[in-house]
């Protein structure tokens, strides 16, 4: 199993374009989530899904989209990137126990 | 609010001295505790978890507390190595928000030789 991937793992854009960041996990996992870690500010919950059909905001959710079509993938969506966005995206799943598993990351640039 | 915060944003050791990592946390309704060691350029990694009925659970030289009284949560790192460099998050489970992970900012663990 490949767990938790993320692409790309870097990304730099200018102020007003889109992009997704994509993540799959081959875990067959129904739980996946999405954060962003800043520094000094730890990790941060953007948007989550309990299953394929299904998601719900985190702590940070503006100018952010997710889908889950399905089970194995969760695309974030920047729609006019910021420079707030700026940051490191991880991707995370669990099954039915509570510890999740992390991606390796997407370092963003918003310029 | 609830919130989950490390008291020392950096500790340094010696390498096979023991080290301790604290966290504290506000929110008495949460159940499960998890901590996660995390190296330069990677995603956090699962280290060990406890359920807020455990007071203690330990793991391959890692042991963790739990003190539910005063609302604390540490992880001991026996014979510290310098493999154990990187930044420890502890991060709450709340269930009753739909299984959300809260982190704490992470304290940076320096092992040195």
């Known amino acids: 199993n490949a767990g938790v991937t993320q692409t790309p793992k870097f990304q730099v854009l200018k102020t007003g374009q889109s992009m997704t960041l994509q993540c799959a996990q081959d875990?067959?996992?129904?739980?996946m989530s999405w954060y962003r870690q800043d520094p000094g500010m730890g990790l941060r919950l953007i948007h989550y899904s309990v299953g394929a059909g299904i998601t719900d905001q985190g702590e940070v959710p503006n100018g952010y989209n997710v889908s889950r079509s399905t089970t194995e993938d969760f695309p974030l969506r920047l729609l006019s990137a910021a420079p707030s966005q700026t940051s490191v995206y991880f991707c995370?799943?669990?099954?039915?126990?509570?510890?999740?598993?992390f991606g390796s990351g997407t370092q963003l640039s918003v310029l | 609010g609830e919130s989950v915060g490390l008291h020392l944003p950096t500790l340094s050791v010696q390498e096979g001295d023991n080290s301790i990592i604290n966290c504290a946390y506000s929110n008495s309704a949460s159940d499960y505790f998890i901590w996660y060691k995390q190296e330069s350029g990677k995603g956090p990694q699962f280290i060990i978890d406890?359920?807020?009925?455990?007071d203690k659970r330990q793991g391959q030289r890692v042991t963790v507390l739990l003190n539910k009284t005063v609302k604390h949560l540490s992880l001991q790192i026996a014979a510290t190595q310098p493999g154990d460099s990187a930044v420890y998050f502890c991060a709450e489970a709340v269930y009753n928000q739909g299984g959300k992970l809260i982190f704490g900012q992470g304290t940076e663990l320096s092992v040195k030789p």
């Open positions: 875990m067959n996992h129904e739980y």
């Open positions: 406890i359920r807020s009925n455990m």
């Open positions: 995370a799943s669990r099954d039915g126990g509570r510890a999740l598993f």
